[in-house]
């Protein structure tokens, strides 16, 4: 029997709705001190974890007026934070993706609304926690919450720390995975130091992929000519294989560079990297070079390969 005298819950619907919005800061005009409001929070968010959309995608998501959606789009393009290429296969139809400026928006964001909801949860026994999650649960069941259809990992621009990850995560599983001495992790070593000690933003980027919080991936693209650049450093993460994190990254470097004013890639690997080759000659990249030599612990062929932009 269904109750028609809703009073009662609807109060009690409504009452939980504004302890929750003073809660967790809903009623500020912008968001976790951010310049954005919610709705343009919620919006870098799906283009953060879609990697890339459409407008309509977008609007179908989120349940937003298509005009209203357009003029925050817009003003995400005239702040640098958002980036436009047509689609391949429509052409009426443009795709939709953060740029690094984007990126390092949506990364304040997310961060500080992690802590802030690390702080609310550390305040609650580990049995209090589990209660509130389940009943967080129970409330997106009986109100029909779809599963969120996203990228499970996004990307972001390193920061401090993240460069010595990339350093340890490539000694560690180089010597797990093909048995490579110390010496493979003082290349690296030298790489990175290199990089931080001559980055330059506005010709070389480095990437974090990160899921759930954690880092799994990494890859750095920087200048060696003016017209060339070079890929380094590509690592994911075995827990995080199968994403498609490897090629992301790789294709991230791709429109940076063309987006730089650079006319071709070329990166340095080895033969029995056969993922990472994979990865390359799917993206379009050719082998120009093999070369033997005895490095790391081991007989290996080195290889050079080229992308023309």
Request: proline share 3%.
């Amino acid at each position: 029997m269904i109750q028609t005298d809703l009073h009662p819950q609807v109060e009690a619907v409504r009452r939980f709705n504004r302890f929750y919005t003073k809660q967790i800061g809903l009623l500020h005009e912008k968001v976790l001190r951010s310049p954005f409001s919610l709705t343009e929070a919620r919006i870098l968010y799906e283009l953060a974890h879609q990697g890339q959309t459409t407008a309509s995608g977008l609007a179908k998501e989120l349940g937003l007026d298509g005009g209203y959606l357009s003029r925050i789009l817009g003003e995400f393009g005239k702040r640098g934070l958002l980036a436009k290429q047509p689609s391949e296969t429509d052409g009426r139809m443009s795709l939709l993706q953060l740029t690094e400026k984007g990126r390092k928006a949506f990364a304040t964001i997310d961060g500080r609304s992690r802590r802030q909801i690390e702080a609310v949860l550390k305040g609650l026994a580990t049995a209090d926690q589990n209660r509130l999650v389940e009943a967080m649960n129970t409330i997106g069941g009986l109100l029909g919450a779809r599963p969120e259809q996203k990228v499970p990992y996004v990307l972001r621009p390193h920061r401090p720390g993240d460069m010595g990850w990339v350093v340890q995560r490539h000694a560690v599983l180089y010597t797990e995975e093909y048995g490579w001495d110390e010496q493979f992790e003082a290349l690296v070593a030298g790489i990175v130091a290199n990089i931080i000690q001559r980055y330059d933003p506005k010709r070389e980027r480095c990437w974090i992929a990160e899921r759930e919080g954690e880092r799994v991936g990494s890859v750095v693209l920087v200048r060696k000519s003016k017209t060339t650049a070079k890929l380094r450093l590509l690592l994911v993460e075995p827990k995080a294989r199968g994403l498609g994190i490897g090629t992301r990254l790789v294709q991230e470097c791709s429109l940076f560079a063309r987006q730089a004013g650079y006319r071709k890639i070329v990166l340095w690997t080895n033969s029995v990297l056969h993922a990472a080759r994979r990865i390359y000659q799917a993206a379009g990249y050719r082998l120009i070079r093999e070369e033997p030599h005895h490095s790391f612990g081991h007989d290996l062929i080195g290889e050079t390969w080229e992308l023309k932009l």
